[in-house]
Antibody, heavy 118, light 107 residues
Framework: EVQLVESGGGLVQPGGSLRLSCAAS????????MSWVRQAPGKGLEWVAN????????YYVDSVKGRFTISRDNAQNSLFLQMNSLRVEDTAVYYC???????????WGPGILVTVSS | DIQMTQSPSSLSASVGDRVTISCRAS??????LNWYQQKPGKAPKVLIY???SLQSGVPSRFSGSGSGTDFTLTISSLQPEDFATYYC?????????FGQGTKVEIK
């Protein structure tokens, strides 16, 4: 059974940092692009970043460029999102999701809440 | 960036109704269009990929059509478990973008 499980969320003050992790199992993690997608409370879905199978290509939405860093460890079947200089508008549930390039986000984790507030 | 616009934003329907949701891209995305269903407090679930291909395990009452800039998700006979929010998403270009969602409510 495919499983993606996020961790590392919580409450942080504006300007602070958090590191999200996503543990994958039940599929060959190293053969998939991986993404982070977020959803602010009561709002729609927003793709945040993705990373190629070997980490050689990485892309970000403009609003997080220079503040967030996506990475992966294929030996540990794990995906990460380092979030620095957090803003109130980064408050959201963050999902990790797998994807085939050009295809849908086919497997999703349950999500983890990040709250940025003073 | 490619903008995705869904219509309507919400709709009310009864069990057994045929429901149609539209999605328009700001430029051609050929058939790089996916549809998701999301229920409250849950992660989205892919229903349709490549505009018209049914994801494994998804009931056949769901179907997708379209190409270029105009796409449609159809639920042929709405079931109680289908009341949810539906999103389209393009996988043609980065950044990947979603429509704003269509909430399907019980009439």
């Amino acid at each position: 059974e495919v499983q993606l499980v996020e961790s590392g969320g919580g409450l942080v003050q504006p300007g602070g940092s958090l590191r999200l992790s996503c543990a994958a199992s039940g599929f060959t993690f190293s053969t998939y692009w991986m993404s982070w997608v977020r959803q602010a409370p009561g709002k729609g879905l927003e793709w945040v970043a993705n990373i190629k199978q070997d980490g050689s290509e990485i892309y970000y939405v403009d609003s997080v460029k220079g503040r967030f860093t996506i990475s992966r460890d294929n030996a540990q079947n794990s995906l990460f999102l380092q979030m620095n200089s957090l803003r109130v508008e980064d408050t959201a549930v963050y999902y990790c999701a797998s994807q085939v390039w050009g295809g849908p986000f086919d497997y999703w984790g349950p999500g983890i809440l990040v709250t940025v507030s003073s | 960036d490619i903008q995705m616009t869904q219509s309507p934003s919400s709709l009310s329907a009864s069990v057994g109704d045929r429901v149609t949701i539209s999605c328009r891209a700001s430029q051609s995305i050929t058939t790089y269009l996916n549809w998701y269903q999301q229920k409250p407090g849950k992660a989205p679930k892919v229903l349709i990929y490549a505009a018209s291909s049914l994801q494994s395990g998804v009931p056949s009452r769901f179907s997708g059509s379209g190409s270029g800039t105009d796409f449609t998700l159809t639920i042929s006979s709405l079931q109680p478990e289908d009341f949810a929010t539906y999103y389209c998403q393009q996988s043609h270009s980065t950044p990947r973008t979603f429509g704003q969602g269509t909430k399907v409510e019980i009439k």
